[in-house]
């Protein structure tokens, strides 16, 4: 089993959709998670950190599952900007120090 | 702030040649991660470092590849030699503290002939 893992798509959805992703992972001590929005052929950009109370930042929204191990990402009122690849990063622990492994991301398609 | 800054943008090689990638990390981020991002794999963690000083590097793939970071400025990553499968977008990012998003470099995209 992969240690995070997403669902790759492509989710296909017209404007003004609601869609949401999914990522689980394996390491039921992990601390951190993120969500990364990456562009064809671009480097990937930090879109929110999620906590455990869960957190939105306009029309998108992050929780966090702890006991089914795993975070989700809600987008409200797709934009047709919002068409990327969404990547999930949770922490590891390693000897002490944190790395983040990074899921191989979930495309979204919005259209007009 | 400038960002993350990578060199080269492109690189095309032969198979055999020796590639060494650049970095050059946020000023004042203490951690300096190498990326391998495939079509097959996504990202892969290569090697991180703190303070200069590398942590883990048990992503590297093998012998040929090595990462050196001199000062708090600067990281390179070399493979050498080079071969095929080596071909893939190599991402730098750095990061303030180990809990904390990072922030990445535009990229370096390596085709191995």
């Known amino acids: 089993r992969k240690e995070v893992e997403q669902d790759p798509g492509p989710f296909n959805v017209p404007e003004g959709a609601t869609v949401a992703f999914n990522c689980t992972y394996s390491?039921?001590?992990?601390?951190?998670f993120f969500w990364y929005r990456q562009d064809c052929r671009k480097e990937p950009k930090l879109l929110m950190s999620?906590?455990?109370s869960g957190n939105e930042d306009g029309r998108f929204t992050a929780q966090l599952n702890r006991a089914s191990q795993y975070i989700s990402l809600l987008i409200r009122d797709s934009k047709l900007s919002d068409s990327a690849t969404y990547l999930c990063?949770?922490?590891?622990?390693?000897?002490?120090?944190?790395?983040?492994?990074f899921g191989t991301g979930t495309r979204l398609l919005v259209s007009p | 702030d400038a960002g993350v800054i990578q060199s080269p943008r492109h690189e095309v090689t032969e198979m055999g040649q020796e590639v060494t990638l650049r970095c050059k990390p946020i000023?004042?981020?203490?951690?300096l991660f190498w990326y391998r991002q495939t079509m097959m794999r996504g990202l892969e963690l290569l090697i991180y470092?703190?303070?200069?000083?590398?942590?883990?590097d048990s992503g590297m793939p093998e012998d040929r590849f090595s990462a050196k970071m001199p000062n708090a400025s600067f990281s390179t990553l070399k493979i050498q030699p080079s071969e095929p499968r080596d071909s893939a977008v190599y991402f730098c990012?750095?990061?303030?503290?180990?809990?904390?998003?990072?922030?990445f470099g535009s990229g370096t995209r390596l085709t191995v002939v």
């Open positions: 990063a949770v922490n590891r622990m390693n000897t002490g120090f944190q790395k983040l492994v």
């Open positions: 390491n039921s001590a992990s601390q951190s």
């Open positions: 470092f703190n303070n200069n000083v590398p942590i883990d």
């Open positions: 990012a750095s990061s303030l503290k180990q809990n904390y998003g990072y922030t």
């Open positions: 000023s004042g981020h203490d951690y």
């Open positions: 999620v906590y455990s």
